[in-house]
């Protein structure tokens, strides 16, 4: 038992070191009495008085553990050590470590580690922001649809940052989209007639301004528009841009419920974190669909087009990039109808040096200058000239091959010009199942200062075809072994075959025969074209002004 002089702090523990340690020391003999208080304690609990009961002046948590420390239960065998004791006293947090004497006396020290514990919730706060901001980043760049990647961003916020989030874009005429999210709910899309200055801070984040403080935003002046339905009165509003590349991508509105704790200023900051690596997903998918959008804008004017019947004549065509995933190349035709009817329509069909993106861009250019020349396409010669020189005199460094047809009908047949550019011959079909090369030959354009070149002029009778080709499908390797040609000799017995057959089951046919004995291998661009003389009678103009048709 502890003596009367130490009770009353007389005697040598009174000058004990622990009585003037910076941590407060409590000395609880074996009936709960504390017997000594050092100064720190007397200032922490002032009623907590030499004499007194522990439990009357201990908070809960303390004397639930001198509760523990005087009863303590058995530990099994290597399990971890306890954890320090810790709570609040007042509004200071401490951590409380005790010696048990063999008497039943407790020695309690009492830690001040309020500073320690706001260190470690801030670091475990900074890492927890760090993680979802690396988790968002990756997750909002998942996606390259503006839509999508509005909803996602819209998600995360509601359900990491605040009650509900807006995302909004920027206006499109007088409508604004935007997409808002619960926490814990839906994403809803909307493209409302709405003016977002009549939020304060919208207008501004949507041109691209700093944000504006919380607290300069009356929620109780919201518009209805901006609260979403089901939400109840706004307590707090957080607006903030989503900075875009080189020109602002949205804005960002998070909102508070009323009755809950306003936005601090950190969490404020944190919100404008988010908001920038958000609107680094909403510009780059806002690049990527304004690209989309031309990319097939162009697209569409590089594509062979859909060919058919022109006065009397049967044209039909098929072309497959050297890429699965590509839709243009360097191989290209184009049929260009008469304008005057009984005058011929001109056919074009080519092969670029190269593929992809960078042939495709000459084949264009190609196209767009024979479409300029066709006012002399009654004059073979002079149109290669004249491309061939336009090839030299641009920047491009590669050259190309093609082959001109001139087709009109006549009578029951169709009379052809043809003459080739450094391109393989085309093959005439006959009805009796001969296969014929025409007899046309020159030199490739865009490689030498002067494209010489002879026409052939050929005649087809009904039922019979004349075959344009790129070398894409002679040359395309396959068969049993893999690394053989298709070669001409084969593609000429193929054709044999299709005597009499219309000029789109041709087609058909020598593009099912290529990508068979290709399979799965690798091959250039492949581009076929058929003119042939249908099998049919000529009708005179209908009412003698209608133009005069043909059919079987």
């Known amino acids: 038992m502890v003596s009367t002089r130490a009770q009353t702090g007389a005697g040598p523990e009174h000058g004990s070191p622990w009585r003037r340690a910076p941590y407060p020391v409590l000395v609880v003999d074996g009936r709960d009495t504390i017997v000594v208080r050092n100064d720190s304690a007397e200032a922490l609990l002032p009623g907590a008085r030499p004499g007194t009961r522990f439990a009357d002046w201990a908070p809960d948590w303390l004397s639930a553990a001198h509760n523990a420390v005087r009863a303590p239960r058995p530990r099994p065998a290597g399990s971890a ?24 006396t407790v020695v309690w020290w009492l830690v ?38 509005m ?36 994403t809803v899309r909307t493209h409302a007639p709405v003016d977002p200055d009549e939020v304060p801070g919208l207008g501004e984040a949507l041109r691209g301004f700093p944000p504006m403080p919380s607290r300069w935003i009356d929620p109780s002046a919201a518009p209805d ?12 509003i957080v607006v903030t841009p989503l900075p875009g590349h080189g020109v602002p991508a949205g804005a960002l509105v998070l909102l508070r419920r009323s009755g809950d704790a306003p936005f601090t200023d950190n969490e404020e900051v944190f919100a404008r974190l988010f908001a920038a690596r958000a609107g680094v997903a909403m510009s780059a998918a806002r690049l990527y669909a304004e690209q989309s959008s031309i990319t097939e804008t162009l697209m569409q004017e590089l594509l062979p087009p859909s060919l058919h019947e022109v006065s009397g004549v049967d044209f039909a065509g098929g072309y497959r990039p050297s890429a699965d995933h590509e839709r243009i190349g360097g191989d290209f035709y184009d049929v260009h109808p008469a304008v005057v009817d009984g005058e011929p329509s001109l056919v074009a069909l080519g092969d670029v040096c190269g593929k992809g993106l960078e042939a495709a861009v000459l084949t264009g250019k190609i196209r767009n200058t024979l479409h300029a ?19 030299l005199n641009s920047r491009h ?25 450094g391109h393989p011959s085309p093959l005439i079909v006959r009805a009796t199942g001969a296969v014929e090369e025409a007899r046309t030959r020159g030199t490739l354009v865009g490689a030498l200062p002067s494209a010489p070149a002879r026409t052939a002029s050929i005649t087809l009778a009904p039922g019979e075809s004349c075959v344009l080709y790129t070398d894409g499908i002679t040359e395309a390797k396959g068969g049993p072994m893999g690394g053989t040609q298709f070669g001409e000799e084969r593609l000429q017995r ?46 005179i103009a209908v009412n003698g002004h209608t133009r005069g048709r043909f059919t079987a």
């Not at 989030?165 to 604004?176: N, S």
């Not at 528009?225 to 109840?232: M, N, Q, R, S």
């Open 494 to 539: 193929a054709l044999s075959e299709c005597a009499g057959m219309p000029a789109e089951s041709v087609v058909e046919r020598v593009q099912m025969l290529a990508s068979e004995w290709v399979g799965k291998g690798s091959h250039d661009d492949m581009a076929v074209v058929v003119i042939s003389a249908p099998r049919s009678h000529h009708l």
């Open 373 to 391: 020349l066709l006012p002399m396409a009654d004059d073979h010669q002079r149109m290669i000239g004249l491309l061939n020189t336009a090839l």
């Open 397 to 421: 460094s590669r050259f190309a091959t093609l082959v001109l047809a001139s087709a009109v009908r006549k009578g029951s047949g169709v009379g052809l010009r043809l003459t080739s550019a």
């Open 225 to 236: 528009w901006l609260v979403p339905d089901g939400f109840g009165p706004a307590g707090s």
């Open 112 to 149: 001040d580690d309020t500073e320690l514990r706001l260190v470690r919730e801030a670091l475990r706060l900074e890492r927890e922001q760090t993680a979802f901001l690396t988790r968002a980043s990756s997750t909002l760049l998942s996606s390259l649809n503006m839509v999508r990647c």
């Open 151 to 186: 909803e996602v961003i819209a998600h995360l916020a509601s359900e990491h940052l605040a009650d509900a989030a807006l995302v909004v874009a920027p206006a499109r005429g007088a409508r604004l989209p935007m997409v808002t999210c619960l926490r814990g709910g839906d």
């Open 81 to 104: 050590a306890a954890e320090p004791l810790s709570g609040l006293i007042g509004e200071r947090s401490f951590e409380a470590y005790p010696r048990a004497q063999g008497d039943g």
